[in-house]
């Protein structure tokens, strides 16, 4: 018999629907799994058997054939586990669901050995997904509930086992869950809580003007100081006085977040500005995003928030020069040979560090014990994509030091050779 179960994969910060079509045949027992399949779908088998057999639920036999359509985009990840075990008992051929009951749902979950439903990443991105395909409900994760339900127009069932996930699809048992509700509004207010607040800085009247006008404009900034002014301080306050997060903007943010498995543990909306800051360790495909499967970075993270960059003359250069393009155009393409996503990286750029390599120069209290040319070759190791380059004091002699090279380079090869000394009699 076969049958055709829905559910949705993540692709870049949005999705796309899955068909999953099961056949079950007489014959020799054997599972297959074709549609560009990962590993983790293809060991899938063996949770979803254990699973079933655990619940005493309807387990088939014979030839076992699953499809996971489109065929030419790569299933990643542990989320079919839940539709693939609803798929294999609607083609028993006992007729346990209604047809039309299972196209009206999408279902996303992973499955323990025991039939426990564990949460999985990129609920929200699937929920929007679901909705705008005009599907009437989604079955997720009891974990993931409160990330679904903040799409309106869409019936949420949280489910906590497989049991309960059989029980909802065929309308008898107590163990089926009823839809998930949230106040949107309610939500909202709960989740623009800040621990901290710009009106805890005493004194620093210059610094803070600077950040308030930083803030109005969305302008980066440089934060220069000795250790213990307060620029980490000040950096971790500044995304309070920026503007709330209108609901498109936490929704596209609460995306990012929703594929990158930060989620866990919130209250399924991130309605608050973000502050992202990564170590001066980072890698390129650390800060811009990268790998297999594709993650966004530390600039995605930040999107509608800050992204602090303390201690900068530490960071590698190839790091602060791949921020160049996604400052510019406020999102970051990721192009790779099986695939290309788009993250979105629009962000207001914040970044520190000190005047010298000791920190103390200009502090009334420690003396400097750095070298003029320490402290101009530490300034100008800030050169990076935000514009920020080599002091104007130590411009002119390095760049009349390049000239004077260029112009020896360029001579003839007679030209560069020194007089010859000619003998001279006494």
């Not at 406020?330 to 914040?350: E, K």
Request: some cysteine.
């Amino acid at each position: 018999m076969l049958s055709h179960v829905w559910s949705g994969a993540t692709l870049g910060v949005d999705a796309l629907p899955i068909e999953i079509e099961t056949s079950v045949e007489g014959g020799m027992p054997r599972y297959t799994v074709v549609g560009l399949p990962q590993a983790a779908v293809r060991e899938s088998r063996d949770r979803v058997m254990a699973a079933l057999k655990h619940n005493g639920l309807p387990v088939p036999r014979g030839a076992i054939t699953v499809n996971l359509a489109p065929a030419d985009v790569r299933k990643e990840g542990a989320a079919f586990d839940l539709p693939l075990a609803i798929g294999l008992m609607a083609a028993t051929g006992e007729e346990l669901f209604d047809g039309e009951r299972l196209d009206d749902l999408w279902i996303t979950g992973e499955l323990a050995l025991d039939g426990t439903v564990r949460p999985v990443k990129g609920v929200l991105p699937i929920a929007l997904e679901a909705e705008k395909e005009g599907r009437q409900g989604l079955v997720v994760p009891a974990e993931n509930a409160a990330e679904a339900a903040v799409v309106e127009g869409l019936d949420v069932y949280p489910v906590e086992t497989i049991k309960e996930a059989f029980d909802l699809l065929t309308g008898g048992g107590e163990s089926a869950p009823a839809p998930y509700t949230r106040d949107l509004d309610a939500l909202f207010a709960e989740a623009r809580s800040y621990r901290r607040c710009f009106s805890d800085v005493r004194g620093q009247a210059g610094v803070k003007r600077a950040l308030e006008v930083a803030a109005a404009g969305g302008h980066n900034v440089l934060l220069v100081g000795p250790p213990g002014a307060g620029k980490t301080m000040l950096a971790r306050r500044l995304p309070t006085i920026l503007p709330p997060l209108t609901t498109a903007e936490a929704l596209e943010t609460t995306k990012i977040h929703s594929v990158s498995g930060s989620m866990n543990g919130r209250n399924g909306l991130v309605a608050h500005r973000p502050f992202v800051s990564p170590h001066h360790t980072v890698s390129d495909a650390g800060l811009c995003g990268g790998g297999v499967p594709p993650q966004p970075g530390e600039i995605s993270m930040a999107h509608h928030g800050v992204l602090f960059l303390d201690e900068l003359p530490e960071f590698k250069r190839s790091v602060l020069e791949v921020m160049r393009q996604p400052m510019e155009s406020g999102q970051i393409t990721i192009s790779r040979a099986r695939f290309t996503v788009d993250y979105p990286a629009r962000f207001m750029l914040v970044a520190s560090m000190n005047p010298c390599p000791c920190g103390h120069l200009g502090d009334p209290r420690r003396e400097c014990v750095c070298a003029p040319g320490q402290v101009q070759r530490y300034i100008g190791r800030r050169r990076c994509a935000s514009g920020w380059c080599v002091p104007a004091a130590a411009r002119p002699r390095r760049w009349a030091a390049t000239r004077q090279r260029t112009r020896q380079m360029t001579k003839p090869i007679a030209a560069r050779r020194p007089p010859a000394r000619t003998a001279t009699r006494r």
